[in-house]
């Protein structure tokens, strides 16, 4: 079992930057990825970005290249999301999630096995 914990979020105006982390206990394995996804009001969950665990690969899902970067400390079982240039469609929760499983080609929130509680991040424009 792993617990996420995400934190870092809240309000900014367009154009500004968060940095999102998610703490990381339990079960992590060197063959995990661990991943930020996000869900406004009304729409579905969107993949944003994920990272291999034991490093060798990052994703980003087109809205965000760019603008955003995944990043982690192994020492710390931390996973960051760097937000910069921020727009108003940014605006939704975002939550960490794991999978065991970790692969570049797994973005769909269905493959991750593991889910924080998320944490609102609201762009005004």
């Known amino acids: 079992q792993a617990q996420l914990v995400e934190s870092g979020g809240g309000l900014v105006q367009a154009g500004g930057s968060l940095r999102l982390s998610c703490a990381a206990s339990?079960?992590?394995?060197?063959?995990?990825?661990l991943g930020w996804f996000r869900q406004a009001p009304g729409k579905d969950r969107e993949f944003v970005a994920l990272?291999?665990?034991?490093?060798?690969?990052?994703v980003y899902g087109d809205s965000v290249k760019g603008r955003f970067t995944i990043s982690k400390d192994n020492a710390k079982n931390t996973v960051y999301l760097q937000m910069n240039s921020l727009k108003p469609e940014d605006t939704a929760v975002y939550y960490c999630?794991?999978?065991?499983?970790?692969?570049?080609?797994?973005?769909?929130?269905?493959?991750?096995?593991?889910w924080g509680q998320g944490t609102q991040v609201t762009v005004s424009s």
């Open positions: 339990g079960r992590t394995s060197s063959r995990s990825s």
């Open positions: 999630a794991a999978d065991t499983l970790g692969s570049r080609y797994r973005t769909r929130p269905s493959m991750f096995d593991y």
């Open positions: 990272i291999g665990w034991s490093g060798g690969y990052t």
